[in-house]
């Protein structure tokens, strides 16, 4: 599909966000059709200082958050009270067939249980589809497997 395509058949508007480098690795992420305030990016060390995630730590974090949010937003709208969602997302990395470095997988864990267990049939309901109505996570599985494993709680702090 040809990118004006895409744009006419797109529902609702682009995300714009603008990364403008402030020095060397350290880059300012913005997104100048919101409210939300400027975030910064940058390397760990030794090529940058670590004053904010890396791109993998930023690919993480989205597809972390579009997993919670969109099983949080099935579980309400089925009427399940569950605990508190815990995602902690794993990057894999590897070499392509250039030897280039690569994210090769992505394995998220997500913590979570049904607060009453007569509404384990509907848990588990939405447990079997809400990935479907993940965006991010399924534009992403298109190029990178991402394995997403469910689970209760392994405590506080875990």
Request: hydrophobic letters at 35%; one cysteine or more.
């Amino acid at each position: 599909m040809a990118a004006t395509e895409a744009r006419a058949s797109a529902e609702g508007p682009p995300v714009r966000v603008v990364v403008r480098q402030v020095d060397r690795y350290r880059f300012e992420a913005s997104s100048p059709d919101s409210s939300l305030r400027p975030f910064p990016v940058d390397e760990p060390t030794p090529l940058g200082t670590g004053a904010g995630p890396d791109p993998a730590r930023a690919l993480a974090g989205a597809v972390g958050h579009c997993l919670g949010s969109t099983l949080f937003n099935t579980l309400e709208r089925s009427h399940v009270r569950a605990t508190p969602i815990r995602t902690s997302v794993t990057v894999t990395f590897g070499r392509n067939g250039a030897g280039r470095l690569r994210i090769v997988g992505l394995d998220a864990r997500i913590e979570c249980a049904p607060l009453d267990e007569s509404d384990r049939g509907r848990f588990d309901r939405c447990v079997a589809i809400f990935e479907d109505y993940c965006t991010v996570t399924g534009s992403v599985r298109e190029g990178i497997p991402v394995r997403t494993e469910i689970g209760p709680s392994a405590g506080p702090g875990q």
